[in-house]
Antibody
Framework: EVSLVESGGGLVQPGGSLRLSCVAS????????MHWVRQAPGKGLVWVSG????????RYVDSVKGRFTISRDNAEDTLYLQMNSLRAEDTAVYYC???????????WGQGILVTVSS | ETVLTQSPGTLSLSPGERATLSCRAS???????LAWYQQKPGQAPRLLIY???RRATGIPDRFSGSGSGTDFTLTISRLEPEDFAVYYC???????????FGQGTKLEIK
């Protein structure tokens, strides 16, 4: 069974850092693009970042460029999101997502809550 | 930047009725890169339709997608109680690379 399990969320002060992890299972992790998508409380979905199979190509939404870094460890089937200089507006549930091959998102983790507040 | 606008914001229907949800793009979108998702409260979204009209694995055939260019539609032919949820369209643009979602349509029980 295909599965994505996120961890590393929690409460952090503005300006702080947090690293999210996502462990994948049930598919060949090293082949697929992987992404992070977030959803602020009561709001819609926003794509945050994506990375290709070997980690050589990364993309970010403008609002997180220079602050967030996506990476992956294919030996451990794990996706990461390093989040620095966090702001209140980064408060959201963050989903780890597998690319379905047509730039869509065919497998989603359960989501992990990140709260940025003093 | 290509913006996706979904309408209506909220759709109130009864089980057994037909639902038609719209997604309009601010500029032409490749049909192969347009998808629809369903999200229920407290759950992660689920891929329903990709390539504008292809059902994802395990999606019932009462869900169908259509459209091209700037206008896309998700149709649910006969609503079941479990279909009441929020629906999002999503597209990918190659240059510059960007993935964007519509703001969502809430399908509620009338």
């Amino acid at each position: 069974e295909v599965s994505l399990v996120e961890s590393g969320g929690g409460l952090v002060q503005p300006g702080g850092s947090l690293r999210l992890s996502c462990v994948a299972s049930g598919f060949t992790f090293s082949i697929d693009w992987m992404h992070w998508v977030r959803q602020a409380p009561g709001k819609g979905l926003v794509w945050v970042s994506g990375i290709n199979g070997d980690g050589s190509n990364t993309r970010y939404v403008d609002s997180v460029k220079g602050r967030f870094t996506i990476s992956r460890d294919n030996a451990e089937d794990t996706l990461y999101l390093q989040m620095n200089s966090l702001r209140a507006e980064d408060t959201a549930v963050y989903y780890c997502v597998k690319d379905g091959g047509y730039a869509n998102f065919d497998v989603w983790g359960q989501g992990i809550l990140v709260t940025v507040s003093s | 930047e290509t913006v996706l606008t979904q309408s209506p914001g909220t759709l109130s229907l009864s089980p057994g009725e037909r639902a038609t949800l719209s997604c309009r793009a601010s500029q032409s979108v490749s049909s192969s890169l347009l998808a629809w998702y369903q999200q229920k409260p407290g759950q992660a979204p689920r891929l329903l339709i990709y390539g504008a009209s292809r059902r994802a694995t395990g999606i019932p055939d009462r869900f169908s997608g259509s459209g091209s260019g700037t206008d896309f539609t998700l149709t649910i032919s006969r609503l079941e109680p479990e279909d009441f949820a929020v629906y999002y369209c999503q597209q990918y643009v190659r240059s510059p690379p960007a993935y964007t979602f519509g703001q969502g349509t809430k399908l509620e029980i009338k």
